[in-house]
């Protein structure tokens, strides 16, 4: 199965709306970072957390290494948020690599 | 900073041909990762280094793809006899070392004829 499940895996909303976003991990993460692919294709860092939560904007994530999971809320949606946005967690196992969640297409309308 | 640098942007190759593709890492990151993006299988980790040593290929292919990091500031990876199957978004990505936030390039689309 999953080791990182995303959800929704689309979303459409209306300009100035809120939203969230989740991954839940069949793994033992012990961080977790959220991008946002661009229509470009480029990954655009949005938050690195060790357990904890941070806040940015209109964006804000929390990452819970007991529940195994991490959310991205998004604040007052605006069209230019629209895109695919990505979770991907390290885990304990010793080796850096990031494992990714399959994604959630944003489409922001106005 | 010009982040990281992939070349080409975008490569075609035909079938069975060979294909190398280069990452720069961001100056003074010790740790490169390379990356693969399709539709049907999603991002998934191929492989790393650390201090131009590899760690961890347990995400290549066993055969025809192999990745070398040379120096500190570029790293490849080659694949050799090109199949349809190889046809993706190749993502490098590098950061500061240890449990530390990484930083992608924006990716080489190789499509195999």
């Known amino acids: 199965g999953d080791k990182v499940k995303q959800s929704p895996s689309a979303l459409s909303l209306q300009e100035g709306t809120n939203s969230a976003l989740r991954c839940n991990f069949s793994?033992?993460?012990?961080?977790v970072q959220w991008f946002l692919q661009n229509p470009r294709g480029s990954l655009i860092n949005l938050f690195y957390?060790?357990?904890g939560t941070k806040e940015n904007g209109r964006l804000k994530s929390a990452f819970d290494s007991k529940e195994s999971y991490s959310t991205l809320h998004i604040r007052d949606a605006q069209l230019e948020d629209s895109g695919t946005y990505f979770c991907?967690?390290?885990?304990?196992?010793?080796?850096?690599?990031?494992?990714f969640g399959s994604g959630t297409q944003l489409t922001v309308m106005p | 900073n010009a982040g990281v640098i992939q070349t080409p942007r975008h490569k075609v190759t035909g079938k069975g041909q060979e294909a190398t593709l280069w990452c720069e890492p961001i100056?003074?990151?010790?740790?490169v990762f390379w990356y693969r993006q399709t539709i049907v299988q999603g991002l998934e980790f191929l492989t790393y280094?650390?201090?131009?040593?590899?760690?961890?290929d347990s995400g290549m292919p066993k055969e025809r793809f192999s990745a070398q990091m040379p120096n500190q500031s570029h790293s490849t990876l080659k694949i050799q006899s090109t199949q349809p199957q190889d046809s993706a978004v190749y993502l490098c990505?590098?950061?500061?070392?240890?449990?530390?936030?990484?930083?992608f390039g924006p990716g080489t689309r190789l499509t195999v004829l």
């Open positions: 957390l060790v357990p």
């Open positions: 280094f650390r201090n131009q040593a590899p760690i961890d």
């Open positions: 990505a590098s950061s500061l070392g240890g449990k530390a936030e990484q930083f």
């Open positions: 793994i033992a993460a012990t961080t």
């Open positions: 991907a967690a390290e885990t304990s196992s010793g080796s850096w690599q990031l494992i």
């Open positions: 100056s003074g990151h010790s740790a």
